[in-house]
């Protein structure tokens, strides 16, 4: 089984909302990455978590929160949006050890800020 | 930092024939990964085809091949036969072995002609 979920698929919110991304894994993998998709450009590294604790932050604005409740879940708090954070926000996953390798993607969530 | 290159922004391709997508990379490790990712318009990022950079043998995965010359930081991707449902986004990846951040080409939207 190598399926990423995430919920919801499509989300509209106004500047002014607090609403939150949920991405979901049970292949046991225990690294987990946000990623921010503009049309026809590559992802854009958001965040990792490791073991729970995250440890890449890109430079990312405070209106994007994310948390790991377990190695399964992760989410992402989105707060206090503009309109140019509209995008396809994509959810990964991989093993992580000695030797880090493939990610797996979820469907993503496309997400529009009015 | 590593960067990774794809010269051919958008490629076509008549159905049941051969093409092949370019990708050249920079790095100075002598240990890492190369992906490709297909990405169709229902935008779920999908694993084409892997290789190690430690493996002299090029992989294969069905009707997707590459062709991988480590001294030239070249990483083609061929697709033979191709069908209606390669159309997509195509990006090549490339991570570190002690990393876990991608980094991605720009991309090759590939049409297929019926």
């Known amino acids: 089984d190598t399926e990423v979920t995430q919920t919801p698929k499509h989300l509209v919110m106004g500047m002014t909302n607090k609403k939150s991304l949920k991405c979901e894994q049970h292949?046991?993998?225990?690294?987990m990455y946000w990623y921010k998709q503009k049309a026809k450009k590559p992802p854009e590294l958001m965040f990792v978590?490791?073991?729970?604790?995250?440890?890449i932050n890109e430079s990312v604005p405070s209106r994007f929160s994310p948390e790991c409740p377990n190695s399964s879940l992760l989410n992402l708090h989105l707060h206090a949006l503009q309109p140019e954070d509209s995008a396809l926000y994509l959810c990964a996953s991989s093993h992580e050890g000695a030797r880090t390798d493939t990610q797996y993607f979820g469907p993503g969530t496309r997400l529009t800020v009015l | 930092a590593q960067t990774v290159t794809q010269s051919q922004p958008e490629m076509s391709v008549q159905e049941a024939e051969t093409v092949t997508l370019s990708c050249t990379y920079d790095t100075s490790e002598s240990d890492y990964y190369l992906f490709w990712y297909k990405q169709p318009p229902s935008r779920q990022m999908i694993l084409v085809i892997r290789?190690?950079?430690?493996?002299?043998q090029n992989a294969t995965e069905n009707r997707f091949s590459v062709n991988f010359q480590k001294a030239a930081k070249s990483f083609s991707l061929k697709i033979s036969d191709s069908q209606l449902g390669d159309a997509a986004m195509y990006f090549c990846?490339?991570?570190?072995?002690?990393?876990?951040?991608?980094?991605f080409g720009t991309g090759t939207s590939l049409t297929v002609i019926p």
């Open positions: 990846a490339y991570l570190a072995n002690t990393g876990n951040q991608f980094y």
């Open positions: 290789q190690e950079a430690y493996k002299q």
């Open positions: 978590y490791s073991y729970e604790k995250l440890s």
């Open positions: 292949m046991g993998h225990r690294a």
